[in-house]
């Protein structure tokens, strides 16, 4: 099975999930911190991509250095971030920070399952 289709299954998912039912909940409410959380879980769901992109490179690499993708994802942030400086009254920053840290909670779910098996 490629590594997009295992990501696919174990993380995106639940993302797209997630953003489809913010996205109604944004629509019905015209809520700020939901605007800020479809921008926090769509930049989650790329880093999530990107980690994922580089543990699977990693992994199969016999190479010494092994990279985890931190610039790449501290630039995603970045840019998620950037949607509030540029629009602070239509979107939270609260929002942001939560779907930003979507990622590191799906990691540590998958981690306690996977150690149960």
Do not use: D
């Not at 921008?39 to 990693?58: K, P």
């Not at 993708?69 to 239509?90: K, N, S």
């Amino acid at each position: 099975m490629s590594s997009f289709k295992i990501f696919f299954k174990r993380y995106l998912q639940f993302f797209l999930y997630l953003i489809l039912i913010l996205l109604v909940a944004y629509l019905i409410t015209g809520s700020s911190f939901a605007l800020g959380l479809i921008i926090g879980t769509i930049a989650s769901a790329i880093s999530a991509f990107v980690w994922h992109h580089y543990l699977y490179r990693a992994i199969n690499s016999e190479s010494l250095y092994i990279s985890s993708g931190m610039g790449i994802r501290f630039l995603i942030a970045t840019m998620a971030c950037l949607f509030w400086v540029r629009f602070p009254e239509a979107i939270s920053i609260y929002g942001i920070a939560l779907g930003l840290t979507l990622t590191y909670v799906m990691i540590l779910i998958h981690t306690f399952i996977s150690l149960k098996q």
